[in-house]
């Protein structure tokens, strides 16, 4: 189904952001690195409610998508899965999520989308990311999962996300890849 020969180059020396990955691995989060990944992932029909989330090394994504995303999981109700993908990493997975999965919105990172069944049940773009404090961005995706989540939360226990560092810096000065 997926041709080897068009997967594209990371556009940033992966381990130079793999702190970022690492952060939402910690609070549960599995990653989809692949177009097969997307589609085992998100063409099931199992009634699960899917979590995901369009990492990006932009300001944005470490002042307050990742944290606030993080937080929302100490929620009593929480989706079934979460699972994430990072743009200018992953870039044939994040190509084939906006392609099949997301081809009706505008493509945006960082990014969050509910989905169930394949279908995209909620969604948050960068513009509704910018500019809101991760207890803000936590407070919408509560309510979100409030309405729609079945599954017993948190993600991680209390004590281990006391213990969570945020990857806060700015990607901007990061290298891109030779």
């Known amino acids: 189904m997926f041709e080897q020969e068009f997967r594209k180059a990371p556009l940033y020396d992966p381990a130079s952001v793999q ?19 997307v589609e085992f992932y998100l063409r099931k029909n199992d009634d699960e409610i899917k979590l995901v989330f369009i990492n990006s090394v932009c300001g944005c994504a470490a002042g307050s998508a990742r944290p606030g995303v993080s937080l ?25 999520l906006r392609a099949e999965f997301l081809k009706d919105y505008p493509p945006s990172s960082p990014m969050m989308a509910l989905f169930k069944n394949g279908q995209v049940i909620y969604i948050m773009h960068r513009f509704q990311i910018e500019g809101r404090t991760p207890e803000q961005i936590a407070a919408e995706l509560i309510e979100v999962f409030n309405k729609v989540c079945t599954k017993q939360g948190p993600s991680i226990p209390k004590e281990k996300y006391e213990q969570l560092v945020h990857a806060k810096a700015c990607g901007h000065t990061i290298p891109l890849n030779k």
């Open 72 to 96: 929302a999981l100490q929620n009593e109700l929480i989706p079934d899965k979460l699972l994430t993908t990072f743009a200018g990493q992953d870039r044939d997975a994040v190509d084939y």
């Open 19 to 37: 702190w970022m990955r690492d952060e939402l691995i910690y609070v549960g989060f599995e990653e989809m690195l692949t177009p097969e990944a």
